[in-house]
């Protein structure tokens, strides 16, 4: 496959995922179990499942910290959405202890483990494409991001759509930091640029 449909694919993949984060926000705003919050979690967790099997294909092209470096699509889109959809307004206001944000977190630190067991068996050789898909990795990997959504239901309710990039953005530190000990890659120049950019933004926003 050339770079260029790569690449497209790539950002398919990642708009497809900011639906799904939009789809949550939606969700967190009705009662838990509610008729509305069931219709939209379960197109978030469409949207994530069509992502799950492109990032998959992906991850069987490009190192895991390449395709992560791309994630900056995905922040554009979600501020995006957060105005066009909810008006809200970007501000550089937060509070850190709130337990909202406590969760949010911890979901980008979950999603990050789960790209970690998905990028060991995409470096795998499967049988056929069943098993590609339908190993003890990928089913845990999927199964902690499908973890993901959960809490992001309960911390969307106290955190603004505008500021989940901020916080989704922390999960190329994660991930560059677990890709040097479970997958042996090998932190590049941008990728080390990125995460002093991502640190850079984190204390700026938080001014």
Known sequence: M????????????????SLSSVFIKFAG???TLSREFIIFYVLAIGCLGIYAIM?????????????????????????????????????VFM????ISYVLAFLAVFVASVSQILLKQSAEIEHKNILFKFLNWRVILGYG???????????????VELKVTPMIESTGIIWVTILAVFFLGERPTKRGLL??????????????
Do not use: D
């Open 194 to 207: 990125s995460i002093a950019v991502t640190v850079l933004g984190i204390i700026v926003f938080s001014l």
């Open 144 to 158: 902690l991001l499908f973890g993901t959504t959960v809490i992001n239901v309960f911390a969307y309710r106290g």
């Open 29 to 31: 705003q009705y009662e």
């Open 55 to 91: 990032w998959q294909f992906l991850l069987e092209l490009i190192p895991l910290t390449t395709a992560y470096l791309r994630k900056g699509i995905l922040y554009i889109l979600i501020l995006f959405w957060s105005v066009l959809l909810f008006k809200e307004h970007v501000t």
């Open 2 to 17: 050339t770079k260029a449909k790569i690449l497209i694919l790539l950002s398919l993949s990642l708009v497809i995922q």
């Open 95 to 98: 509070e850190w202890m709130n």
